[in-house]
Nanobody, 122 residues
């Protein structure tokens, strides 16, 4: 079984900071890309917020560039999203995603966490 567990969500005022973490566990090996995705209130789609490759290359959604920082620690199977200068529009449910190879089947697949809520007030 594969699990991605997010933590660190909560409430903050605009201009404040939050730090999200995601830990992967279970029967996976060779984690490739990892990232954070956001589902805004009332929206059905999840949009990419930030991703990081196995080599450390990062990619950010335009509205969070310069404010959010994604990092990873492969020894701990963890990614972190540091969110600074928060804006009201950052509100939503944040999901962690990892592309990884299943240790038993050998198949490459995308794994998702259950998400963590972020609420930013004006």
């Amino acid at each position: 079984q594969v699990q991605l567990v997010e933590s660190g969500g909560g409430s903050a005022h605009a201009g404040g900071s939050l730090r999200l973490s995601c830990v992967a566990s279970g029967a996976i090996i060779g984690i490739n890309d990892m990232g954070w995705y956001r589902q805004a209130p009332g929206e059905l789609e999840r949009e990419m917020v930030a991703t990081i490759t196995q080599g450390g290359h990062t990619n950010y959604e335009d509205s969070v560039k310069g404010r959010f920082t994604i990092s990873r620690d492969d020894s701990k199977r963890t990614i972190v999203l540091q969110m600074d200068s928060l804006k009201f529009e950052d509100t939503g449910r944040y999901y962690c995603k990892a592309e990884a190879r299943h240790a038993i089947s050998g198949l490459l697949g995308d794994y998702w966490g259950w998400g963590t809520e972020v609420s930013v007030s004006l």
